[in-house]
């Protein structure tokens, strides 16, 4: 099935997309979670994982890209990909116990941590956090809200949708005097991390909650996975949440316009994605490339932007292995921009590829040697 799960066109029901949410694993392969993100010992030498498939696990941000992305692999090269989606912040764990061939984070580690922990970690793509709501009457990107306002709603200061703050962005939309729920991620999060640092750096005054993975919510209701936010806010009324725009694209879900640094209103789209990684300095991120994309200027800019990072192990015990897993992410660099344009996601340009190809990836070895030549 194309997309495996992440295509629904047409018209879904809340009651049924939260069951697809629950039960449905982010697999290119077969396998349960335990099976595809194993705990014990002897997967930590590889031993534990299948011949033939190569094993991820963590953001679910860039999750239906590397689903698509596994799913054209398999198709080429005969070789599949078990991603989990199971949260930054679990990529993090499962690659540093080695349970896994790959995590993925959009959190990016810094380079002290990356030393302590023995990983290597490059950009693989990048995306938009957008926000969505579920409002009888309100159409999709309809909806204006300002930095201000969204840090307000989710401090729990504002609290009604007919409240002055909002109903003055946006004069002639019908909006009721209705309580507005508020979603948050439940799991460590780096769509969290991308969303906390947009509100810390473009609405400091008023976001004062913190900026990372994990922080302690003012208010609101808390969802697992950007598949579990997409569920709650479909299912809730009066309901605001944010996504990754992949899953909103894909559910027909209301997003918002955000007014940028520049003082403009934009709209979620590949366009302004991309325009955000406009002032983007891969070269001087090195060595470990962490970069934060939020809050960019320029008037095109959509401002909740950020990038998603594989993270892998510097000591390889399996060389076959790991030289499968970078020939699947050359592949990915090299043939994925159709898919990833598709989907609304950025393909890193080739210049950013040989940076990472020249700076990164020699520094990953297996015996003593390079594992990518």
């Known amino acids: ?59 679910s941000f860039p999750a239906p890209l590397y689903t698509k992305w596994g799913a054209d692999y398999q198709g080429v090269a005969g070789v599949k990909l078990n991603y989990q989606s199971i949260g930054s912040g679990g ?34 793509t990048v995306g938009g956090v957008v926000a969505v709501v579920n409002i009888d ?97 479909q299912q809730l009324k009066g309901s605001i949440g944010y996504v990754e725009y992949a899953y909103a ?5 209301t997003t918002t316009q955000v007014k940028n640094k520049a003082g403009v209103w934009v709209k979620p789209a590949l366009k302004t994605f991309t325009a955000a990684t406009a002032n983007a300095d891969w070269k001087a991120s090195l060595p470990s490339m962490a970069l934060v994309l939020v809050d960019q200027p320029g008037k095109d800019t959509w401002p909740i932007t950020g990038a998603s990072f594989i993270l892998v192990q510097k000591e390889q015990k399996d060389a076959a292995r790991a030289k499968a897993m970078f ?21 890193l340009p080739s210049s950013v590829f040989k940076i990472v190809e020249k700076d990164v990836w020699p520094g990953v070895t297996a015996d003593g040697a390079p594992v990518w030549k």
Not at 249 to 253: I, K, N, Q, V
Request: a negative charge; proline letters at 4%; aromatic letters at 8%.
């Open 91 to 124: 990529g993090i764990s499962a690659i540093q116990a080695g349970t896994v061939d790959f995590g993925a984070s959009d959190a990016p580690l810094e380079q002290s941590e990356l030393k302590e922990s023995g990983l290597a970690q490059f950009p693989m």
């Open 327 to 347: 020939d699947f992410f050359d592949w990915c660099f090299a043939n994925g921009e159709k898919a990833a344009s598709e989907l609304n996601y950025v393909a």
């Open 137 to 233: 009457g309100v159409k999709d990107a309809e909806l204006r809200l300002t930095p201000e306002v969204m840090a307000s709603i989710y401090m729990g200061k504002t609290k009604k949708w007919s409240d002055p703050s909002i109903t003055d962005l946006n004069p002639g939309l019908k909006l009721p005097d209705a309580k507005i729920n508020v979603v948050h991620r439940s799991d460590s999060s780096g769509t969290t991390w991308i969303f906390t640092n947009f509100l810390t750096a473009a609405a400091g005054d008023v976001w004062t909650a913190g900026a990372d993975k994990e922080i302690p919510w003012p208010v609101g209701v808390g969802s697992k996975g950007n598949e579990g936010i997409a569920a709650s806010v």
């Open 1 to 59: 099935m194309e997309r495996l799960g992440f295509v629904w066109r047409g018209v879904v029901t809340a009651v049924a997309l939260a069951a697809i949410m629950a039960l449905a694993l982010v697999v290119v392969g077969c396998g349960g979670e335990d099976a595809a993100v194993p705990s014990d010992s002897a997967s930590a030498s590889g031993a534990a994982l299948t011949e033939g498939t190569i094993v991820g696990a963590g953001a």
């Open 249 to 253: 694209a894909e559910t027909g879900m």
